[in-house]
């Protein structure tokens, strides 16, 4: 199994300020085929399901604030929310879809300093 | 547009039973794979099961192997997960999900709860 392992487990950001949310994989999650790592990022606020970020690590979903961005091929990945915003507040998950069983980290719980 | 809704969660003792399903609109339910993964109260979403696009192959977490039967319709667009002999553990809210060009589409959840 794919281990995603996320780092820091919480953050407290000034609005307007940068925040930077680290995961690593155990094993690659690029397909050498496409030249895509199979790599989403997701938003989850209390009581809703988790909301796509970002695919392929680095595209960002339809919708989503040019804020949020994402980066890293291989086994190192990163996502970042250039300038917090109070919308923000929330835990974020990194997830891999190159293998079964599909696998996800452990969660960044986002806050306002 | 993706569309994806749970029903068939519940209240249920240890050792029982229940069936969820999912229901899929906006895309074409027959081309994809679909999952199941649930979301304990207050951790993170854990994979739980996969079925092909044609049903011919499933894939189980271990925790719920031997237990629960993923399945699927695709004259109805349904996805279905057979839970039994179930435990507290299994608590959880279940989502199905669709991965399709790289994005995970998600369904709004179904609560399931087992306590005697």
């Known amino acids: 199994d794919i281990v995603m392992t996320q780092s820091p487990d919480s953050l407290a950001v000034s609005l307007g300020e940068r925040a930077t949310i680290n995961c690593k994989s155990s094993q690659t999650v690029l397909y050498s085929s496409t030249n895509k790592n199979s790599l989403t990022w997701y938003q989850q606020k209390p009581g809703q399901p988790p909301k796509l970020l970002i695919y392929w690590a680095s595209t960002r979903e339809s919708g989503v604030p040019d804020r949020f961005s994402g980066s890293g091929s291989g086994t190192d990945f990163t996502l970042t929310i250039s300038s917090l915003q109070a919308e923000d507040v929330a835990v974020y998950y990194c997830q891999q879809y190159y293998s079964t069983p599909l696998t996800f980290g452990g969660g960044t719980k986002v806050e306002i300093k | 547009e993706v569309q994806l809704v749970e029903s068939g969660g519940g209240v249920v003792q240890p050792g029982g039973s229940l069936r969820l399903s999912c229901a899929a609109s906006?895309?074409?339910?027959?081309?994809?794979?679909m999952h199941w993964v649930r979301q304990a109260p207050g951790k993170g979403p854990v994979w739980v099961s996969r079925v092909s696009s044609d049903g011919s192959s499933t894939t189980y977490a271990d925790s719920v192997k031997g237990r629960f039967t993923i399945s699927r319709d695709n004259a109805k667009n349904t996805l279905y997960l057979q839970m039994n002999s179930l435990r507290a553990e299994d608590t959880a809210v279940y989502y199905c999900?669709?991965?399709?060009?790289?994005?995970?589409?998600w369904g709004q959840g179904t609560l399931v709860s087992v306590s005697s």
């Open positions: 999900v669709c991965y399709g060009s790289g994005r995970g589409y």
């Open positions: 906006g895309f074409t339910f027959s081309s994809y794979f």
